[in-house]
């Protein structure tokens, strides 16, 4: 199969469980169960909770194992986009065309509905039907979001907006953006209950693809890397993080294909 | 024991374990974890981890094995008092005589913190030894803390500021604050491996107590239940409360002595 349907066909998996996972909107109080499934529902490209099917596919795992996982994993992405939308963090009034959660629904639900979707992405994942693998996962989801992850990247971006040096920019983007996709594909191993040693090899994987992830945003946006580098410096040092990337996946053999093609797609993508 | 002396001994052991799980305030990036620690040690009375092991002691459990829990409870109260006093929520500059934490630390890094404190608790709950009790656990967390809980009573609060009903009093109180501290009590009582019917009985005991400390609040401020029964009427609904909450405890016998004691020094206390 095609990357491009992969995804697709994944994509439309994921809406269909997140729509059959997250309270409904008819549901009291309902402006906070409306502004919870607006911003999930946004259009966001479903790539950490794809890298969750697809590393428990390469896992030899059954996606069913995995979809509330990968739905957690949305839930916590979407939160933490709402966040950092708000005000006082980067103020922003639109994304992907749509209006930022706070501006349709007001501040006050904003700051709720992403602590909503943090809340209900634990409870998803405490839901599993085997506690072991549940703790495991909650235990690295957490320490990929936590203050040493996600929110660290965010506190120092906050910090130091006018800095572009190349330490601290490594710093934020392997924190606020690789941290959580790491933790996708990790998660999506021990979902299965794949060996320590697939669980490792898919956490690196999932790191290269989230530094890959970031610097290929910067040359869209001519930020970051992209300005530290040079366009084709970056382009060159995302073509490098995305072989070490496939690397990892040699142990998973033909069952990692998707892996290796989005790790390819990466590379090519326009938006 | 007196019940005030009870009290200064147990919020003691809970300052000390807060103080050794909570992130050094030295750890990268300092100013969440600097904030983390400002509003963990800002003079709270840590009724609700104090109830947490008051309920695991009923049990016959020993405190040791529900100090962390106590500590999550105590840290998501935490949380949802600095994401309250935010300018888009109650908009409080002071809280106990301090500093609220946006006030102190600016408002980005008040959000992140609540974000950091409820992120933290759940890692915490996901590192007890037993899975399936730490499983339980956060079940029962989440759904005290989510939509159908105390974020949304905060939700009905914003929306019906004007509004003073007794209906809708009664379910802004039960979910905001009450949720909170019945699932302190249950899962001081699960964090034991107790049976369900202790641990329904003691939930049951907290949903009262959690009442009974709202309406109490509203004597206190005249608001709320004290507006709508008058202080005399709120003062008796407030006994009620507390005489249906000890005959919940004959199953524990003496063991629950300390809960017995704190339901009727609710009624007492004058700030």
């Known amino acids: ?35 919870m499934r607006y911003s999930a529902f946004s259009g966001g490209k479903r790539i950490r909770p794809i890298l969750v099917l697809a590393s428990c596919e390469a896992c030899g795992g059954k996606i069913k194992e995995a979809l509330p996982v990968a739905c957690a994993i949305e839930m916590l992405h979407t939160y933490s986009l709402i966040h950092d939308d708000l005000p006082a963090m980067d103020d922003d009034d639109y994304r992907r065309g749509k209006l930022t959660c706070h501006k349709k629904f007001g501040e006050a639900i904003g700051i709720l509905a992403g602590d909503a979707l943090l809340t209900f992405a634990m409870e998803l994942l405490s839901r599993g039907k085997n ?19 996600m929110i660290g990247g965010q506190v120092v971006d906050i910090e130091e907006r006018a800095e572009t040096d190349l330490p601290t920019l490594t710093y934020i983007n392997a924190h606020k953006t690789g941290a ?20 490792r090899a898919l956490e690196r994987y999932g790191a290269y693809i989230g530094f890959t992830f970031q610097v290929i945003d910067d040359i869209l946006d001519k930020e970051g890397f992209a300005l530290a580098l040079g366009v084709g410096g970056a382009r060159r040092e995302a073509a490098r993080l995305v072989e070490r990337a496939k690397q990892e996946l040699r142990v998973f053999g033909r069952k990692a294909k998707a892996l290796r093609d989005l ?9």
Chains 1, 2 share one sequence.
């Open 1 to 35: 199969m095609k990357i491009t349907e992969y995804l697709k066909n994944k994509g439309k998996v994921i809406d269909a469980a997140l729509d059959s996972y997250l309270p409904r909107d008819t549901d009291y109080p309902k402006a906070i169960h409306r502004a």
């Open 131 to 149: 506690p072991g693998i549940n703790n495991n996962i909650i235990r690295t989801v957490t320490e990929a979001i936590g203050t040493y992850g």
């Open 180 to 199: 959580l996709i790491a933790a996708s594909c990790k998660v999506g191993a021990i979902a299965t209950g794949a060996s320590d040693k697939k669980v």
């Open 263 to 271: 790790a390819d797609f990466l590379l090519t993508r326009k938006k």
